[in-house]
């Protein structure tokens, strides 16, 4: 259902004649609800999404209390019955009438909106410094690394109680996979592949504006993955350790690598760990993490590689530490984070 946003305050005609001629209490709250839904369709707002909620909740327990108590119009006087008139008055039977539409138009308008708020994707993120735990609808579950945000439709599917044909997700950042067998697909999107799963456990790590690639690094399981720029050569990942990179807007890779599976996933046990990546993306990671802000005096060391891998290091410092000592580096403390130099 498309609205024009500049209509959006305005309920069609032959529901405001009903609710004004019942005397409904429930007008502002069927005006409210109208102009939400214009506002989602024509632009999205930051924060609306539990004013919606709120709204749709409220509006729903109305109507059900009032098909539990209905109330008599203040606006009608019902006088008493002349033996000599018919015992049906049609002003009592229009009044009847106008409510029953106005009920019906209530519904046709809850309706919508509930259709609408099922279709609002839910995105999860990944609070820094902790790993979020996501439930998704299947029985799957998932963990977002710091900074990561994770995508989807409630219930996997666009009308509710309808079993869906495909589990899909969007993924931008780092998480772990434990998906649930389901003879339903399972797909994780990323900027630039796809992951195909049945049931299994595995790793993506994701970061198109950092790292610009996508790896996944298969737990258990068997999956399948595609990148988007070749479609038709898909790569099989079926051995615990398996890896594949696909960078950037690069076609499939032409073979499987194997990765250390304990460095891959040490983030799930609050430990650090990179393999052959640029002091850039490190540094950009130690930012997500830790919420700071590390700024670089000498920008052309940002271009050296770093492989490090740390258990449990607890703060920055022992990480920093790390990294200075190995490329003759120092840091120091500033207002927003810290300084390499």
């Known amino acids: 259902m498309k609205m024009n946003a500049n209509n959006k305050n305005s309920l069609p005609i032959e529901v405001q004649k009903a609710i004004s001629q019942d005397g409904s209490p429930m007008q502002g709250e069927l005006s409210r609800v109208w102009d939400l839904i214009g506002e989602a369709e024509a632009k999205p707002q930051a924060g609306a999404d539990k004013d919606k909620e709120e709204m749709w909740m409220r509006l729903k327990a109305r109507i059900a209390d009032d098909i539990k108590t209905p109330s008599v119009p203040h606006k009608t006087t019902l006088r008493s019955i002349n033996v000599d008139r018919p015992a049906t008055k049609p002003g009592l039977r229009l009044v009847r009438t106008n409510r029953w539409v106005a009920l019906a138009a209530s519904f046709a308008i809850l ?108 737990a258990s399981g068997r999956v399948a993955v595609t990148a988007n720029q070749n479609p038709n050569k898909t790569l099989i990942l079926s051995e615990p350790g398996h890896r594949i990179v696909v960078e950037g807007a690069n076609p499939m890779p032409e073979s499987v690598e194997q990765a250390d599976i304990n460095a891959t996933l040490i983030w799930r ?5 990179v393999y052959n990546e ?29 492989t490090i891998m740390l258990a449990k290091p607890g703060t920055i410092e022992t990480i920093l530490d790390d990294i200075c000592t190995s490329k003759a580096l120092n840091y120091r403390l500033t207002s927003r984070g810290y300084e390499i130099f």
């Open 111 to 218: 309706m919508f909106a509930g259709l609408w708020y099922w279709n609002v994707p839910v995105t999860e993120t990944g609070i820094p410094g902790q790993i979020v735990a996501v439930n998704l609808p299947d029985g799957s579950s998932v963990e977002l690394n710091s900074g990561a945000s994770l995508t989807y439709k409630r219930g996997f599917s666009s009308i509710p109680f309808v079993a869906p044909k495909l589990r899909n997700v969007a993924l931008e950042g780092e998480a772990y996979f434990k998906i649930h067998k389901s003879t339903v697909p399972f797909t994780v999107q990323t900027f630039n592949a796809e992951v195909s799963v049945l049931g299994t456990e595995f790793n993506v790590r994701s970061w198109s504006k950092t790292l610009n690639s996508t790896a996944v690094t298969l």
């Open 269 to 273: 046990e609050a430990g650090f760990s």
């Open 278 to 306: 640029s002091l850039k993306s490190v540094f950009e990671e130690l930012e997500r993490r830790f919420d700071v802000e590390i700024t670089v005096q000498n920008l052309s060391t940002l271009d050296d590689s770093l």
